[in-house]
T-cell receptor
Framework: DAMVIQNPRYQVTQFGKPVTLSCSQTLNHNVMYWYQQKSSQAPKLLFHYYDKDFNNEADTPDNFQSRRPNTSFCFLDIRSPGLGDAAMYLC???????????FGPGTRLTVL | AQKITQTQPGMFVQEKEAVTLDCTYDTSDPSYGLFWYKQPSSGEMIFLIYQGSYDQQNATEGRYSLNFQKARKSANLVISASQLGDSAMYFCAMREPRGGGADGLTFGKGTHLIIQP
């Protein structure tokens, strides 16, 4: 089935150790989004790719970067994770900018 | 200022009853979209229903319907004949223009719905 896949589902990293989260999609959607959801909070948009164009939210910390090497894959890089970066990271895709967004199962990041 | 307001942090409902989850929004953009997502304890966000600002009729998807009152800026989710599997967090979200041509979602704080047998 066509879907949005996130790997790993659970990631543990150490304070300050770079970590990369992965998202792939078989939907051939043009837009890919990364959301951060801290415990008991609403998801918050970090950035998105519209095709190859990267768009950062104004309040996304510089510590967070993203790469989209092709249509199917998008990566979230956290250069120096802090304790406050522990959260669920949700990847979503949409065919066109204003279409419904399909979410992956998320990666739960723990920072020790 | 909060753009999406969900005033019910938690709700307990008896199985088979109908339930209404409240959502109000704030935007000056005449073109916007409103979404409801369900998030079970596993964490996945499951799309339920969508209402466009120019849609004349209220959206319906199976047991889900959206009570859209544009003048009041409300978009309440109605679940008919609730089931035990409906227990989850429910998020109301609004599509807003962002830089770069794509729209991101702004979410409310969610309502934790628990269906009791």
């Amino acid at each position: 089935d066509a879907m949005v896949i996130q790997n790993p589902r659970y990631q543990v990293t150490q304070f300050g150790k770079p970590v990369t989260l992965s998202c792939s999609q078989t939907l051939n959607h043009n837009v890919m989004y990364w959301y951060q959801q801290k415990s008991s909070q609403a998801p918050k948009l970090l950035f998105h790719y519209y095709d190859k164009d990267f768009n950062n939210e104004a309040d996304t910390p510089d510590n967070f970067q993203s790469r989209r090497p092709n249509t199917s894959f998008c990566f979230l890089d956290i250069r120096s994770p802090g304790l406050g970066d522990a959260a669920m990271y949700l990847c979503a895709t949409s065919s066109r900018p204003r279409d419904e967004q399909f979410f992956g199962p998320g990666t739960r990041l723990t920072v020790l | 200022a909060q753009k999406i307001t969900q005033t019910q942090p938690g709700m307990f409902v008896q199985e088979k009853e109908a339930v209404t989850l409240d959502c109000t929004y704030d935007t000056s953009d005449p073109s916007y979209g409103l979404f409801w997502y369900k998030q079970p304890s596993s964490g996945e966000m499951i799309f339920l229903i969508y209402q466009g600002s120019y849609d004349q009729q209220n959206a319906t998807e199976g047991r889900y319907s959206l009570n859209f009152q544009k003048a009041r800026k409300s978009a309440n989710l109605v679940i008919s004949a609730s089931q035990l599997g409906d227990s989850a967090m429910y998020f109301c979200a609004m599509r807003e223009p962002r830089g770069g041509g794509a729209d991101g979602l702004t979410f409310g704080k969610g309502t934790h719905l628990i269906i009791q047998p």
